[in-house]
């Protein structure tokens, strides 16, 4: 009895050993997709969650009462013939066992505020933690990921850093009752994570820390530049300028006390685009007048989906390169200009994850893959990460 004991409590072990070391693929779902048009469009039967291990609805928000609230009740909840999302997106589990959903609170357009004062409050951040774990059991989910953009900036307060620590360790507690997840998104360069986070803390509290190694440049600088590129390139001589890409980001976290195995690198589905002040001059560090146009599907000038980048370049003439020292491509079109992932860079990145002894890869976000194989194969991006990663 004492061998058949001590088997199956070896047999449990090499099991939690196997589950903490499979490479993860986590994937981000935009909600709002289901409003797109045409080949933009998703549902959420259209996804496919046999490429995820962990798939994350997006977004959910709180209040200054230290409450989580739907933002959009009609996509979300079945109540007054909705669309029943959170329901549909959760039922995915049924067509890959073992996949895991969670939902995510806060983002971009969330801001700081309220959730800088629900932290800084002992009595709202204990109410927070319970009405968190009251929305993520009712609702059926495996977890929250936690997306606060960011502690102690837009609009925040220096005591985020560790009021933030206080929140998570709060909802740590509730959480392990059930067994759930508790993960976060964080922002990737030393500039702004110094800012915002406690990384030996948060990363005691967190099961998974989903990196956002995307948005290194955008139309937001005057001069092109890559969205993710995996590192620096020679022209880029400060400080700052060489911190701007996924390999010092990583090299940032894990020299904080970040555990390597915690860090789920970020890859963008989507490109920064740019409109060229000379088509002519077409070169990253080229300057730029403005945002490129927005495209069909996301709408948004600054920014293409891949889905979209894919479909204009079968469609029109757009010139490709590949940037040997930061090692993602980019193309261009007249003035039109984008810095993209590709499956050639997805897979570099992949390797790199692997390389580095991460936990594995999340993307940003699934629906502007091309999902629907408009271009070649469903999925290629992702499809890209699996062949590494699993």
């Known amino acids: 009895m004492r061998l058949l004991i001590a088997f199956c409590i070896l047999g449990l072990s090499w099991l939690s050993v196997a589950e903490s070391e499979q490479n993860k693929i986590v994937c981000y779902f935009g909600s709002w997709a289901i409003y797109r048009s045409g080949n933009g469009k998703i549902e959420i039967s259209d996804l496919d969650p046999s490429l995820?291990?962990?798939?994350?609805?997006?977004?959910?928000?709180?209040?200054?009462?230290?409450?989580?609230?739907?933002?959009?009740?009609?996509?979300?909840l079945s109540d007054n013939w909705g669309r029943a999302g959170f329901q549909k997106f959760n039922a995915l589990r049924e067509r890959s066992p073992g996949m895991k959903?969670?939902?995510?609170?806060?983002?971009?357009?969330?801001?700081?505020?309220?959730?800088?004062?629900?932290?800084?409050?002992?009595?709202?951040?204990?109410?927070?933690?319970?009405?968190?774990?009251?929305?993520?059991?009712?609702?059926?989910?495996?977890?929250?990921?936690?997306?606060w953009e960011y502690p102690?900036?837009?609009?925040?307060?220096?005591?985020?850093?560790?009021?933030?620590?206080?929140?998570?360790?709060?909802?740590?507690?509730?959480?392990?009752?059930?067994r759930l997840l508790l993960t976060a998104a964080v922002a990737a360069t030393e500039n702004s994570a110094s800012l915002s986070y406690n990384i030996p803390s948060i990363s005691k509290y967190l099961d998974f820390i989903n990196i956002m190694t995307y948005d290194f440049h955008g139309s937001w600088d005057s001069v092109t530049g890559h969205n993710a590129p995996l590192y620096p390139a020679t022209r880029e001589t400060t400080a700052t300028a060489r911190g701007l890409n996924v390999n010092a980001s990583v090299h940032y976290w894990l020299s904080q006390g970040a555990p390597a195995e915690k860090l789920v690198l970020g890859t963008a589905l989507y490109g920064r685009t740019f409109t060229l002040s000379n088509s002519a001059r077409n070169t990253p560090g080229s300057a730029a007048s403005g945002p490129g146009a927005a495209g069909p599907y996301t709408g948004e000038r600054g920014m293409l989906g891949y889905n979209e980048i894919c479909e204009q370049q079968v469609k029109t003439t757009w010139t490709t390169d590949w940037d040997e020292q930061q090692q993602v491509p980019y193309a261009h079109n007249g003035n039109q200009w984008v810095s993209y992932d590709n499956v050639k860079s997805i897979t570099e990145k992949a390797n790199y994850a692997k390389a580095m002894g991460l936990g594995g890869a999340m993307v940003w976000s699934i629906e502007t893959d091309d999902f629907r194989g408009i271009c070649g194969n469903k999925y290629p991006l992702l499809n890209a990460l699996n062949q590494v990663l699993r």
């Open 152 to 178: 102690n900036q837009r609009g925040g307060i220096p005591a985020d850093v560790e009021n933030f620590v206080l929140l998570l360790k709060e909802l740590r507690a509730r959480f392990d009752e059930h």
């Open 101 to 147: 959903t969670l939902v995510a609170i806060g983002g971009w357009n969330q801001g700081s505020d309220k959730y800088s004062r629900v932290a800084a409050k002992p009595a709202l951040r204990a109410h927070f933690a319970d009405n968190a774990l009251e929305f993520v059991l009712k609702y059926g989910f495996d977890g929250l990921d936690f997306d």
């Open 52 to 76: 995820c291990t962990h798939m994350i609805y997006t977004f959910v928000g709180i209040t200054e009462a230290g409450e989580v609230a739907v933002l959009d009740p009609w996509a979300d």
